[in-house]
């Protein structure tokens, strides 16, 4: 996938494949930073924000903790962002079993290209390119992720979504949830 937005930037959705974990895996610790803000977490002693408790499975490999194992069925879709040929962020995108049901896993944008329509044209652009019923979840604390994803939602679907709240029992947290379906345009 590569587009460009209505900014005159060069934005390109790059599947990542097993050779660019690390490039993920190092942009996580920026995205549970920027994440420390709105949730109030503190800096652990060592120093370095933790990642995602699931990432390997984005690549079909078990994570550490199997706690955090997917269901069978589950697949990943891991995607690097890039404004004008730099690296601009992540996108990890899940179906959830045989049915296509979707699930935006994470999401990050570098603080350079926020609010520049970069998000919005990623997040569309995926939900295009993968057809099907659509869950999108924010921990409830993180209110700029709820704002800006009610605002994409809504303007991709044109309304025609719903918002309900839901518990994370692994991760211990309430969840803000919205339900759309996507088509291939």
Known sequence: MMETTGNAMNVQIIKADKDRIDVIRNLVHFYIYDLSEVMGWDCPENGL???????????????????????????GYPFIIKVDDKIAGFALARKLGAEAVYEMGDFFILRK?????VGK????????????????????GNTPAQAFWSRVIDGYTNGNHQECNDFDEIHGVELSVIYFNSVCR
């Open 113 to 117: 290209y926020r609010s520049k329509g």
């Open 49 to 75: 924000f933790g990642g995602c408790d699931d990432l390997p499975q984005y690549w079909a490999k078990m994570p550490d903790d199997p706690k955090y194992a997917w269901p069978s069925g589950w697949k």
């Open 121 to 140: 044209y990623v997040a569309c652009s995926i939900f295009d390119a993968f057809a099907g019923k659509w869950r999108v979840a924010q921990m409830v």
